[in-house]
């Protein structure tokens, strides 16, 4: 089901990006959880390691992982780009819904966090949990989301420079790439898994918008055509050429930190940019 032509496109891209094959019986990445097969294995998995939380991030999880979920104790939460998603989540029955703003790194819709969390927040009432994600990395922006509405926030990207995601994570290459981008750095495009995700722009998210790109094939045949080409650019560790999600929070992702400082910043950041809004709301001709 794979064109031959976009095999070729992914043979002569990695050449031309000087991506050498893998050695001999080195590992592959596979495919992630974009097959059902694959993702009903991981909730298979999951209970052995006694989860509080299973969270879904395309669309509500199937009814039955959702009840399988609650008679365990545990809830279910899905992430939401637009209202009516949130509404569906509701629907089927999902605890808690993650706002996604556009900003986010991975698969991500089309609003931005500042316009998308209030209207979640409004559209599944206050007894629904809501938590605001995308670009959250430090304290302002994590006392933004109780403003905007949401009861907590969720991050994603901020976690990949902790000191402790390097000890998983071999390709130094990434890091350094993740550690010099600005904001600015990111794309939001279909090449990774055939939906809208958002990944650091390098030479390999320019070569698919280069006019001899073929378009991305839908999801999961674009993950089944590039996850070799993943593996082999990881094992590469050219930091001009990676191929990873991350959101526009890269641009404060300046330093490889422990994940104790990653937690404590922000806290503390929460706490003062808290007391600087109670103080404006007190006195608004404060200086
Ligand atoms: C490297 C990476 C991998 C991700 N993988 C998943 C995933 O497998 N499932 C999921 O629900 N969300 C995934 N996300 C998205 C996060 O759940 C979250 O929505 C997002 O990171 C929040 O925005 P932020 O990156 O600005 O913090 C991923 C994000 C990143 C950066």
Same mark, same amino acid.
């Given at each position: 089901?794979?064109?031959?032509?976009?095999?070729?496109?992914?043979?002569?891209?990695?050449?031309?990006?000087?991506?050498?094959?893998?050695?001999?019986?080195?590992?592959?990445?596979?495919?992630?959880?974009?097959?059902?097969?694959?993702?009903?294995?991981?909730?298979? @998995?999951?209970?052995?390691?006694?989860?509080?939380?299973?969270?879904?991030?395309?669309?509500?999880?199937?009814?039955?992982?959702?009840?399988?979920?609650?008679?365990?104790?545990?809830?279910?939460?899905?992430?939401?780009?637009?209202?009516?998603?949130?509404?569906?989540?509701?629907?089927?029955?999902?605890?808690?819904? @993650?706002?996604?703003?556009?900003?986010?790194?991975?698969?991500?819709?089309?609003?931005?966090?500042?316009?998308?969390?209030?209207? @979640?927040?409004?559209?599944?009432?206050?007894?629904?949990?809501?938590?605001?994600?995308?670009? @959250?990395?430090?304290?302002?922006?994590?006392?933004?989301?109780?403003?905007?509405?949401?009861?907590?926030?969720?991050?994603?990207?901020?976690?990949?420079?902790?000191?402790?995601?390097?000890?998983?994570?071999?390709?130094?290459?990434?890091?350094?790439?993740?550690?010099?981008?600005?904001?600015?750095?990111?794309?939001?495009?279909?090449?990774?898994?055939?939906?809208?995700?958002?990944?650091?722009?390098?030479?390999?998210?320019?070569?698919?918008?280069?006019?001899?790109?073929?378009?991305?094939?839908?999801?999961?045949?674009?993950?089944?055509?590039?996850?070799?080409?993943?593996?082999?650019?990881?094992?590469?560790?050219?930091?001009?050429?990676?191929?990873?999600?991350?959101?526009?929070?890269?641009?404060?992702?300046?330093?490889?930190?422990?994940?104790?400082?990653?937690?404590?910043?922000?806290?503390?950041?929460?706490?003062?940019?808290?007391?600087?809004?109670?103080?404006?709301?007190?006195?608004?001709?404060?200086?």
């Amino acid at each position: 089901m794979i064109p031959p032509d976009h095999v070729s496109f992914v043979d002569r891209t990695l050449q031309q990006l000087g991506v050498p094959p893998l050695p001999e019986g080195e590992g592959r990445e596979g495919v992630l959880g974009w097959l059902h097969s694959v993702a009903r294995s991981h909730v298979d @998995i999951a209970p052995a390691h006694r989860p509080v939380l299973i969270a879904n991030a395309l669309g509500s999880p199937p009814v039955d992982v959702i009840e399988q979920a609650h008679a365990r104790g545990v809830k279910v939460a899905a992430l939401a780009g637009a209202a009516k998603h949130a509404l569906s989540h509701v629907a089927n029955g999902v605890d808690i819904i @993650i706002a996604r703003g556009y900003e986010a790194g991975g698969h991500t819709g089309e609003i931005a966090s500042m316009v998308l969390t209030p209207e @979640i927040v409004d559209a599944v009432g206050p007894d629904v949990p809501v938590l605001g994600a995308g670009g @959250i990395g430090t304290g302002r922006q994590v006392a933004a989301s109780p403003a905007l509405g949401a009861q907590g926030v969720w991050t994603g990207s901020v976690w990949l420079t902790s000191e402790e995601y390097q000890q998983l994570n071999s390709n130094r290459g990434m890091t350094d790439a993740f550690l010099r981008a600005t904001s600015a750095d990111t794309v939001r495009t279909r090449i990774y898994t055939g939906k809208p995700a958002r990944l650091l722009k390098t030479k390999w998210t320019r070569a698919w918008e280069s006019e001899d790109a073929p378009t991305p094939l839908p999801m999961p045949l674009q993950n089944l055509l590039v996850s070799d080409a993943h593996s082999r650019m990881s094992a590469h560790g050219d930091p001009d050429v990676v191929s990873m999600p991350v959101g526009q929070i890269v641009g404060s992702m300046n330093e490889v930190r422990p994940v104790a400082t990653v937690m404590a910043d922000p806290v503390a950041g929460f706490e003062q940019a808290a007391a600087r809004a109670a103080g404006i709301a007190a006195d608004p001709d404060a200086p």
